[in-house]
C-alpha cells in the first residue's frame, strides 16, 4: 500500500467532508473561507462570502454583545460548545453550538481564527419531541378515574415534593412519572429510573447511592449511584414496594435531609433530586406485615395517585386502540384506516393481564398481519380469544354468569370463523336462527357484523 503524501493531500477536500461548519476568517475580521456544511448553514457561497465582514456571514446572537472569534483573538483563549442562535442569508433561526480557535502560520504566528459551527437544531427538535411525548396530552383516557388523575398532574408537575404512584405493571406508571418530569422546572435535567424488583439488597443500595473502593468484595474503586446522576432532576424508582427495610431506611433519609452515605463510606453526599416512586404491591398490607416503613410511605403519599387496570377503563380502550393504530401505520409504513367493529368487540371483551403494554402489542400484531385498510378479527393474536379461568371468575361475579359465558363462547366463534355465520352456527352447533337470536339477545348488533364483511 502506498504512504500518503502530505502534498496529495487536499485540505479543503478534508474540510467538505466535515459535518460541521468551518469559517476562518483573517486579522481584519474578514472571511476567507467557508467549507461546504458552513455554505449549508450560513447560506452563502465561499465565493460571495470571501472577504465580507463575519459579523454579516456569521449572524450569531452572540455578536450582539462580542464577537465570539474577536474574544479569541484578542485574549488567545478558544470558546468551547458555546450555544447560540444565528440567523442564516435567508433569514432562518439557526440553534447551533461553536468552538473558536487561533489560526496560526508555520511559523507560529496568528494570522486569523477559526470558528467550527455545529447545527444543533436537530438535536432540539429531538428534544421537542420527547417533550411533546411526555405532555399531559399525550396521556390518553376519557375514563373518570383517568380524569380525576389528570386534574393533579399541573400541581404534582409544578410541585417538589415526593409521590407514590400505584397501579398494575403496565398501567402507564413510568409515562406518567416520566409526563411529571418534563412538565416540572427540573424538565432540562435528567430523568432516571432504577427497578427495585429483582435486585439484591446490595446491589440496590449500590445502585441508588454507589461505593467506594473496598466496600465489598468485587469493589476495586469508587462508583457514583444513580442519586449523584439524577442531581438536579429525577429519580424514578419502579417497584419500590420490593425495597428491603434497610434500604428503605436510607432513603428515608435521604428524602429528609437531601444528603446520604456511600455504600462502605461515612462521608455525606448531598443530591437536589424529586423523587417519584410505583409500585402495584399492597402497601397498607406489606406495612401491616412490618415489611414497609409507615414513616417513608407518608413521605411519599402526599398525594395518592392509582392508575386503574385496563380492564376497569374499557371505555378507553377505542382511543388507545385508535391511538396504537396511528403510531404502528407511521412506524411500519401503512395506511389502515379503521378496525372492524367486530375486531374492536373482541378487543374491548379481553381482559388485559400486561394492561396498556399487551393493548400495545395486541396492535402491532394486527397492524403487521392487516393487508388492507381494515384490522378485522383474524388479524389479532389468537390468544385474546381465549376464555381462561380470570374471565370465568369475572363472568361469576356478573348478574348473569351464564349469559356473560354463553355471550363471550358466541363472540369466540364468530371470531375464528371470520364472522361467517353458517361456519359459526355449525361450530356451535345451533340454527343459524338460533345464532342471530343469540347475537341479537347479546347485544352484538348486526350493523357491526355487517361492517365487518364489507
Not at 8 to 21: R, V
Not at 70 to 87: A, G, K, M, P
Not at 225 to 240: N, R, S, W
Not at 281 to 306: K, M, S, T
Amino acid at each position: 500500500m502506498k504512504t500518503l503524501d502530505a502534498k496529495q493531500i487536499d485540505t479543503e477536500a478534508i474540510l467538505d467532508s466535515l459535518n460541521d461548519g468551518v469559517v476562518t476568517i483573517g486579522l481584519d475580521k474578514k472571511i476567507k473561507y467557508l467549507n461546504k456544511a458552513a455554505e449549508r448553514l450560513l447560506g452563502y457561497s465561499d465565493e460571495e462570502a470571501k472577504e465580507m465582514p463575519c459579523a454579516q456571514v456569521v449572524r450569531c446572537a452572540a455578536c450582539d454583545n462580542e464577537c465570539l472569534l474577536e474574544q479569541t483573538l484578542s485574549t488567545s483563549r478558544n470558546i468551547h460548545d458555546y450555544e447560540t442562535v444565528l440567523r442564516n442569508k435567508s433569514g432562518k433561526l439557526v440553534t447551533i453550538s461553536t468552538n473558536t480557535v487561533l489560526l496560526r502560520n508555520k511559523s507560529g504566528r496568528v494570522i486569523g481564527g477559526v470558528e467550527i459551527i455545529r447545527d444543533r437544531s436537530q438535536v432540539e427538535a429531538l428534544n421537542e419531541a420527547l417533550r411533546g411525548k411526555y405532555s399531559f396530552e399525550k396521556i390518553i383516557g376519557k375514563n373518570h378515574r383517568m380524569q380525576s388523575v389528570y386534574a393533579l398532574l399541573p400541581e404534582m408537575a409544578r410541585s417538589g415534593s415526593s409521590l407514590l404512584i400505584e397501579g398494575e405493571p403496565g398501567t402507564g406508571r413510568e409515562l406518567l412519572a416520566h409526563a411529571i418530569h418534563e412538565n416540572s422546572p427540573r424538565r432540562e435535567k435528567p430523568f432516571v429510573k432504577v427497578n427495585c424488583g429483582g435486585l439484591t439488597d446490595l446491589m440496590l443500595a449500590c445502585e441508588l447511592f454507589g461505593y467506594v473502593k473496598g466496600a465489598f468484595t468485587g469493589a476495586v474503586s469508587d462508583r457514583v449511584g444513580q442519586l449523584v446522576l439524577a442531581d438536579g432532576g429525577t429519580l424514578f424508582l419502579d417497584e419500590i414496594g420490593y425495597m428491603s427495610l434497610a434500604t428503605q431506611l436510607k432513603l428515608l433519609q435521604f428524602l429528609k435531609e437531601k444528603q446520604f452515605e456511600r455504600v462502605g463510606d461515612t462521608r455525606k453526599i448531598q443530591a437536589d433530586v424529586r423523587v417519584i416512586a410505583a409500585t402495584h404491591r399492597d402497601i397498607d398490607a406489606a406495612i401491616e406485615q412490618a415489611e414497609f416503613i409507615v414513616e417513608l410511605y407518608n413521605q411519599l403519599h402526599a398525594v395518592p395517585i392509582l392508575l386503574p387496570p385496563l380492564r376497569e377503563r374499557r371505555d378507553d380502550i377505542p382511543l388507545l386502540v385508535q391511538h396504537f393504530l396511528q403510531r404502528f401505520n407511521i412506524l411500519v409504513g401503512k395506511k389502515i384506516k379503521s378496525v372492524a367493529p367486530a375486531a374492536m368487540e373482541i378487543l374491548m371483551n379481553y381482559d388485559y393481564r400486561e394492561n396498556i403494554q399487551e393493548l400495545e402489542n395486541v396492535m402491532e400484531h394486527a397492524v403487521v398481519l392487516c393487508q388492507g385498510s381494515v384490522i378485522l378479527p383474524s388479524h389479532l393474536p389468537k390468544d385474546i380469544f381465549h376464555v381462561n379461568d380470570d374471565f370465568i371468575d369475572l363472568a361469576i361475579k356478573q348478574e348473569d354468569p351464564f349469559k356473560t359465558l354463553e355471550r363471550q363462547l358466541v363472540l369466540k366463534v364468530l371470531s375464528q370463523t371470520d364472522w361467517n355465520y353458517h361456519e359459526a352456527a355449525s361450530r356451535l352447533k345451533v340454527s343459524r336462527t338460533t345464532l342471530w337470536r343469540k347475537i341479537k339477545e347479546f347485544g352484538i348488533s348486526h350493523s357491526r357484523l355487517k361492517s365487518s364483511h364489507g
